[in-house]
Each structure stands twice: as C-alpha cells, then as structure tokens.
C-alpha cells in the first residue's frame, strides 16, 4: 500500500482534458514539493512535472500540474494517443524518504 | 547529455547479497548538490524508492531497508553502487538508479535492470 494515493486508472477521449489526483497528508505533500513521472511500458519512468508545477525542458505545456494543502494534481489536455501511459506522483516525506503514488493508467479511448 | 547505466547479476540466490553498480557519463558527480539513488519497481507493479546519497556520503535510506541497504559513491570512476542483503523473492524488481535534484525529484534515470531473486 503506498503512502500517496492515486486513482487506480482514468481515461478519456482524444482532445479532451483528463486530471489525475495524489493525496497524501501534513508529512509529506503538505510540507514538501509533488513531482509527476510518465512511464510506458517496459521503459524507465521520465519526469514530467517537478516543484508542483514547473515542466522540465522538452515537457509540452498539455500538461500543467497543481498543489493545494495535502493533495497534487495532475492535468493533461488536449490528450493524444500516445499520452496512453502510467503516471506517478512523488514527494519526500517527514520519515527522511522519499515516496510515491501507487501510479494511475490512463488509456485515451 | 547526462545518462545513466545499471549493471549487475540479474540473478540472486535468497539469503544472497544483491549488488549493482550505476555508471554515469556526461557529466560529473562530484558537485554536492546532486543526490544518487536507487529505485526500484517489482514486475506489475508500482516505484518504490531505495535510498540515496550525495557525493560526500550523506544518505539516506527507505526505512523498512535501512537494515539491508547500503549505497556508496565513487566520485572518481564516476559510478555509485547498491547493496542489499539477504535478499527474499519480494526484492524481485527492475532497479533504476537516478540522479535526484537535491532530496528530490529524480530528474535523470537509467534503463533499469531486471534482479530475480531465485534458488
């Protein structure tokens, strides 16, 4: 069971807007930066979203990621096809480690 | 371009040590800023953090290892290394090592390498 929590899976259609959620608590998201990883199948996880909402650079501005008190968001618009993926989200935490979500499928339908 | 590489047995015996070794190339280590890790990801299943450390040795460790896990840089070949012991079937896993900015995020991984832990 992982210390954040985030949706098992989500999906939507092409061109529409999907949100992925990650709630954790005071010792970790509450007081610490939430980052965003995408990883497909078979290939190592990249970072997507670091500092709650900063992209790194290559990171197209679809998607945009959010905090507010123990929980991050995770958007993606304009979704493609190839946005078909498992997302993480990750945080450090009070403990002195790092943790992560339990990861979210999305399948673009 | 930073990149990373993990190398090592992808067979272990339970009771077992299991070591794997990360190079990096294109870049350097050395700067204190940077923390090194590893981390891992059962088949199916979701990342698990291991621990890291920085280039003068300040680590740390996910507690329920911290027993068994032990992560150490060579600054001057440029590589770090994991070492995990007594080793059960629930170690099996892909290990990713990862340059993390600062505590964290990982910003740069490796390809990962599959560990069996198996008699």
Known sequence: QSVLTQPPSVSAAPGQKVTISCSGS??????????????????????LIYDN?????GIPDRFSGSKSGTSGTLDITGLQAG???DYYCGTWDSSLSAVFGGGTKLTVL | QLQ??????GLVKPSDTLSLTCTVSGGSMSRSFYYW???????GKGLEWIGSTSSSGSAYYKPSLVNRVTI?????????????????????AVYYCARLDGLFPP?????????????
């Open chain 1, 26 to 47: 005071s010792s970790n998201i509450g007081n610490n930066y939430v980052s965003w990883y995408q990883q497909f199948p078979g290939t190592a996880p990249k970072l």
């Open chain 1, 53 to 57: 909402d900063k992209r790194p650079s």
């Open chain 1, 83 to 85: 946005d078909e993926a």
């Open chain 2, 4 to 9: 990373l590489h993990e190398s090592g047995p």
């Open chain 2, 37 to 43: 890790g590893w981390i891992r990801q059962p088949p």
């Open chain 2, 72 to 92: 150490s840089v060579d600054t001057s070949s440029n590589q770090f290394s994991l070492r995990l012991t007594s080793v059960t079937a629930t170690d099996t």
């Open chain 2, 107 to 119: 910003d740069y991984w490796g390809q990962g390498t599959l560990v069996i832990v198996s008699s």
